[in-house]
Each structure stands twice: as structure tokens, then as C-alpha cells.
């Protein structure tokens, strides 16, 4: 599968995670920790990440570790949480004393998507988190396997019946992105939601559904491969690692949807130990090993300051907001 490969890639760029790994199942933040923020870090580092071992969000979260770890002179060590889309990890990160020493991965589509398919109770805010920083960004790409026949959305929309889409869950990127492209386009289409990128990609290939959003560094290899036929990307312009395929709004939609990343820890965490964490995160992102892992996965740098990640966070909100009510989107379970 391609998230095992790129697994397998990342393995290659140094033998610091392999230690991350190991440690990280004897549990999580072994010797506690503490509040004075001179002595940080007091003990090994924990990232939660709310996703299985092998998808974008956990190779994401390994990266970063690997690199931090080096710079904090302790193990950073990844532990997965799955559940909710990630809701479930940031909600045990909430718990955690807020001294720096349990952190978690923020995906973005949590702050400004999930929001529309959930109770408000259920929902997720990043102002209940000390954002630290900004890391990446991931663009979504419509695929479908060749024999399909479909290469563009005017064939999807001329196919004379329902399309099947594939999601990688209620309330994800990948369904929204999915939404606004058929409502936009006229084009009847029932979702069918999966636990994540690798058996959306399944299905695709499989023929179980049309067409589905997936991640593109989670589908790249296949497209190169030919198994897969890309019919438009979600990005604002286009990615650099998929230049001859056209955006949703070159082809005249309004649908720009991107999965983000942030470094979060919890409400409270003092000032300093935020700054030596982006310290720590400043080394990680100047290494070629780091740069090489972005380059490898088809990730857009995105190492904004805290500040900036909560700002684009509430914006993102308001305008997926707008687009749901002017389409009558609705992403609820239930459709």
C-alpha cells in the first residue's frame, strides 16, 4: 500500500525514529514532568496523534519527533489515538497537565469542516489549545481508477446516472471538497464514507465507488503508476508535484479544501516552554532529512506561528460556513 511505502521512506532518513517507536510503546510520558518551565523538558515528550500508524498524519507527527528530539535532547515519542477524525486525541490532550510534556497533531479540517457535521458539543475549537506552530499542508486530488472512462467532471457530469464518492470520513476534506465540486456542478452523487485515505484509495481502485478526494501524498504513487486517473485537484493553484492536472477552480468551481497540520498542546502551557518547543521545531524544519520527508509525502511547508495557525483556522471556518448555506451542503452522517 502507498502509506506502508512511504513508511518505508521515511524509515531510510535515520535510525533516531526507530527509538521513538520502540519507546513509545512502553506508554507515554515516563517520569512526569514539571511546571517550572526552566527545567523543560523535564522527561520524555509525548505527541498524540489521532489517526493509525502509517497515514499522512502520523508519518507527519514521526517527522517532526525525530527531528525535536535531536534539538530537546529527550525521546519524542508518537502515540496513536484513533477516533472522531482526531477529536479523541485532542480531547485526552485537554486532560494533560499543560507543562509541555504531552502535545498533540491538530488536523486542520477539525477546526474549520468537522464543525458542520457534528453536534456543537461534539465540536472541536483551536482556541482551547496553545497552538505552538504551523507544519504542513496537504492537498486533496479527485481521482478514479482508468477504466472508469472518466477524465474530467464534465464527464462525470454527462455520465446519465448517480456517482458514487468515496470520503475519507464524515465531517473530512475529502467530503467537503467532494460536496461543493457536485453541488456546484449539477451532478447527482451519494457519499460513501471510509476510515481514512488507505481504504478510500481501495475502494477507488477496486471500482466500490466512482470517484473519491483523496490525499495527494497519499495517492501519488499510484498516479504515477497509471491505477489511477487524477481528474482535478483542490488546491488554489496547482501543486508543483501534480502540475499537468487542473484545480477544482480552473475548471470553474469554487472548492479550494486543504488538510493543514499544527503542533498543539494544551490551554495554559506557559510562554516558555511554547518558545523552546518552536526552537526545537526551527532546528527540525532546517534539516535536509525533514525538507527531504516533505518533498517525499508531496507536503507544502507551513511552519506559521501560532497566532497565524488560529487566525486561518476561525477564517477557514466562516468560509466553508458561507459555502455549505449557499449550496445547501449538508455533512451530517446522515445523507
Avoid: H
Amino acid at each position: 500500500m502507498t502509506t506502508n511505502t512511504r513508511a518505508r521512506r521515511w524509515a531510510t532518513a535515520g535510525t533516531g525514529l526507530v527509538l521513538a517507536l520502540s519507546l513509545a510503546a512502553c506508554g507515554g510520558n515516563v517520569g512526569g514532568g514539571s511546571s517550572d518551565a526552566a527545567e523543560y523538558p523535564d522527561g520524555p515528550v509525548t505527541i498524540l496523534v489521532g489517526a493509525d500508524p502509517g497515514g499522512s498524519t502520523d508519518l507527519i507527527a514521526r517527522a517532526a519527533a525525530e527531528g525535536m528530539s535531536d534539538d530537546l535532547g529527550v525521546a519524542v515519542t508518537v502515540e496513536n489515538r484513533p477516533g472522531a477524525n482526531g477529536a479523541l486525541s485532542l480531547e485526552e490532550l485537554a486532560g494533560e497537565e499543560p507543562n509541555g510534556q504531552t502535545l498533540a497533531i491538530f488536523n486542520g479540517s477539525l477546526a474549520y469542516i468537522t464543525p458542520f457535521a457534528v453536534s456543537e458539543d461534539e465540536a472541536v475549537s483551536i482556541e482551547d489549545y496553545e497552538v505552538v506552530r504551523g507544519l504542513s499542508l496537504d492537498d486533496y486530488v479527485l481521482v478514479t481508477a482508468p477504466d472508469s472512462g472518466f477524465t474530467t467532471v464534465e464527464d462525470l457530469a454527462n455520465a446519465g446516472r448517480p456517482i458514487t464518492f468515496g470520503t475519507t470520513g464524515v465531517g473530512t476534506g475529502s467530503q467537503l471538497s467532494q460536496e461543493l465540486l457536485f453541488n456546484q456542478a449539477g451532478i447527482e452523487a451519494t457519499s460513501v464514507p471510509f476510515d481514512g485515505g488507505a481504504p478510500t484509495l481501495t475502494a477507488v481502485l477496486g471500482g466500490q465507488v466512482d470517484v473519491g478526494s483523496i490525499q495527494l501524498g497519499e495517492a501519488i504513487e499510484q498516479i504515477e503508476a497509471g491505477e489511477l486517473t487524477p481528474i482535478v485537484t483542490f488546491a488554489e493553484e496547482r501543486p508543483s508535484y501534480l502540475p499537468d492536472t487542473p484545480t477544482a477552480i480552473e475548471a470553474g468551481y469554487d472548492a479550494p479544501v486543504q488538510q493543514s497540520r499544527a503542533l498543539v498542546a494544551p490551554q495554559g502551557t506557559p510562554a516558555e516552554v511554547v518558545d523552546r518547543l518552536n526552537q526545537a521545531l526551527d532546528a527540525t524544519f532546517a534539516t535536509e532529512a525533514y525538507q527531504q520527508f516533505n518533498e517525499d509525502n508531496q507536503l507544502t511547508a507551513w511552519e506559521v506561528d501560532g497566532a497565524q495557525v488560529t487566525e486561518e483556522y476561525t477564517s477557514n471556518l466562516e468560509k466553508y460556513r458561507a459555502l455549505i448555506e449557499q449550496y445547501g451542503i449538508n455533512l451530517g452522517a446522515e445523507q
